[in-house]
């Protein structure tokens, strides 16, 4: 047993790694639309940190024009993913494309972001009575 723990403790740390879809959800940008370098190969933390603090050109013009993966299309609408599905959004989008559907809202749009300000009020109408529950009980 203790020559297995010194053997342990004397291997060198390995470095720990992702897969490319894991770092690109992480980095909020559409996997298929990075660079065939990023999605070949593993992505170390200490890389994935790197393309955080210092973006190369093509993350940035990723994050800034697209396409972009459902979750951010999402967010930039004020949808729900459900929703974007109810829609027959299916497909990633560009910036382009968001700000156009902004811009005239088609009425599916403006009737999953009513169904998501009202699943939001829910939320916090259900926060604050737990909240209130919480401080009228007494305590043991």
Known sequence: MVERYAVWMSSEKQQQTM??????????????????????????????????????????????????????????????ISGLARAGITDPLTSGEISALLAAPPAWLVQERKTQADVRAEKQRVKARNAERAGNQPSS
């Open 19 to 80: 897969k490319p879809a894991t770092a690109a959800k992480k980095l909020g940008i559409y996997l298929p639309a990075a660079p065939e370098s990023f999605q070949d190969g593993d992505i170390t933390r200490a890389e994935l940190t790197a393309l955080l603090n210092e973006p190369p050109a093509w993350l940035v013009d990723l994050r800034k024009n697209g396409p972009h993966p459902r979750d951010v299309v999402a967010g930039k609408l004020g949808v729900s």
